[in-house]
């Protein structure tokens, strides 16, 4: 079982940014589409952004231009950078693992979650 480990949530102000880790615990990592999930109170479960084996990338249309998914292999570690975010980014995000090499929509293992308001 792979175990994920987020880090970087927190507060920040309207037009600011965050940068989400995941470190994975074992070095299958670079087998795996790896991706962010979000939840906020009251809301379904978004897919926010994915990235397959051999980095390309997708995103929801609503961070589409803010954020950035990226996977380093060597650490197996995923990052989320998000730049411009809003008060509607206030969710808790998750690292999932996919279980396949190119997509996330099918879920094999799931981090704790990392809460992330933006708030004046």
């Known amino acids: 079982q792979v175990q994920l480990v987020e880090s970087g949530g927190g507060l920040v102000q309207p037009g600011g940014s965050l940068r989400l880790s995941c470190a994975a615990s074992?070095?299958?990592?670079?087998?795996?589409?790896m991706g962010w999930y979000r939840q906020a109170p009251g809301k379904q479960r978004e897919l926010v952004a994915g990235?397959?084996?051999?980095?390309?990338?997708n995103y929801a249309d609503s961070v589409k231009g803010r954020f950035t998914i990226s996977r380093d292999n060597a650490k197996n570690t995923v990052y989320l950078q998000m730049n411009s975010l809003k008060p509607e980014d206030t969710a808790v995000y998750c690292c999932?693992?996919?279980?396949?090499?190119?997509?996330?929509?099918?879920?094999?293992?799931w981090g704790q979650g990392t809460q992330v308001t933006v708030s004046s």
């Open positions: 999932v693992r996919g279980i396949y090499y190119n997509t996330v929509r099918s879920v094999g293992s």
């Open positions: 074992r070095s299958i990592f670079s087998a795996y589409a």
């Open positions: 990235i397959t084996t051999d980095s390309n990338t």
